[in-house]
């Protein structure tokens, strides 16, 4: 909605309520699938822009505790708590929050959980075009997976965006769930492992 101030038009963000436009799906215990390309901003420009979203965030999300966040982070987080018993989730997200203290909130919420079923790392690869951003994908289950399936990307034509097993060139390999925690994840080079 739009309002004005001394003249100054103001925009108020009418945030989406859950509960309230999925109660039935929400009271019958969760989404099956969710899925989402979540929006990539990082908290110091929402706390300049919007104060007060910043604090509630960090005041809401586990994934936006550790001082600064990325927004993504909590649509993730936001995303997987949607989920009923058995759940999945999919999304598109920067690859960064992986080895990034940003990101230290969303992985230890996902090896407590341990909800990480599946990654495909796009590594270097632009997936986007006109746009530097490392991505990756994510996919969640609301139940606890023993394993983590890791596709990543070492090479690929620059042509087309690769996926496992039809271009580029893939490492994939699969580790314990119990290997993953809040310290930051090297899911590269061969077998990937936890750097302390």
Known sequence: SQTTLDGEEIYKVNPFDWEREFSEIIQGGGFDVVIGNPPYVRSVRLREADLEAWAYYSGIYESARVGEYDIYLCFAEHGFRLLRKDGRLGMILPNKWFTT?????LRRLLAESQAVDHVVDFGHFQVFPNVTTYTCLLF??????????VNLLDTAPMAVTPSPGRSGRWQHVTIASSELGDSMWNLAAGTPRVVL
Request: aromatic share 0%; hydrophobic share 40%; proline share 0%.
């Open 101 to 105: 203290q940003v990101g230290a909130g």
């Open 140 to 149: 969640l289950r609301s139940i606890a997976c023993d394993t983590v399936t």
